[in-house]
Every structure is written in structure tokens, then in C-alpha cells.
């Protein structure tokens, strides 16, 4: 079983920075792509940004130049530093990974999410 931890979520102003971070643990041989989603209450959950594990990404349009993911491969985490955020931004934040298992190749492990306010 693997465990997705998530941290940095919290309260913070329009146009201020946080960095989220998520640490996968547990019996794995490896993580393919981590990701950020994020979904608000009636909404679907949406991709936000994913880093695979050369480091190629791929960023939602309404992040692109504000939000950057990067990860650490010995840590088996993943970052997200959001920038310029705006009250549109105001959503829980999901972490997400594709696992190799020890028996199965691919699995698929969601966070418990972090929530994320923007407001004066």
C-alpha cells in the first residue's frame, strides 16, 4: 500500500505564494507521473500541473506561468509553487501518483487534499 501526505495548504492573500508539497511512502518499485488536481465542491476534479518522472510537465492553461510542479525522485515527492494566486484559485488540492506496485504494474493513489483559500 502506498500513503500520499500533503502539506502547505493554508490561507493566503490575492497575488501571495504557496508551495504545496506531497510524499509518497509504502511498498512501491516506482512512481511514473505525480501530479496536482484540484476540485471544487460540484465540480469535477481538473488537472492542474504533472511532472512524469524524466521531468517532462504539463500544466493546465489557467497555471501556466503562475504555478510550477517539480519533484524529487529520492524523496518520492512532488512540489507545486503557486504564485500570483487569485480568489479563482480558492479550491482543495489533490496529490496523485502512478505507482508501480511489487506485484501490479501501474496503480493509481490520490492524497487526502489540502485546501487552498485566497482572500483578503
Known amino acids: 500500500q502506498v500513503q500520499l501526505v500533503e502539506s502547505g495548504g493554508g490561507l493566503v492573500q490575492p497575488g501571495g505564494s504557496l508551495r504545496l508539497s506531497c510524499a509518497a511512502s509504502?511498498?512501491?518499485?516506482?512512481?511514473?507521473?505525480m501530479g496536482w488536481y484540484r476540485q471544487a465542491p460540484g465540480k469535477q476534479r481538473e488537472l492542474v500541473a504533472s511532472i512524469t518522472s524524466g521531468s517532462s510537465t504539463n500544466d493546465a492553461d489557467s497555471v501556466k506561468g503562475r504555478f510550477t510542479i517539480s519533484r524529487d525522485n529520492a524523496k518520492n515527492t512532488v512540489y507545486l509553487q503557486m504564485n500570483s494566486l487569485n480568489p479563482e484559485d480558492t479550491v482543495a488540492y489533490y496529490c496523485?501518483?502512478?505507482?508501480?506496485?511489487?506485484?501490479?504494474?501501474?496503480?493509481?493513489?490520490w492524497g487526502q487534499g489540502t485546501q487552498v483559500t485566497v482572500s483578503s
Open positions: 509504502g511498498s512501491m518499485l516506482g512512481i511514473y507521473t
Open positions: 496523485n501518483a502512478e505507482v508501480r506496485g511489487l506485484v501490479s504494474f501501474l496503480d493509481d493513489y
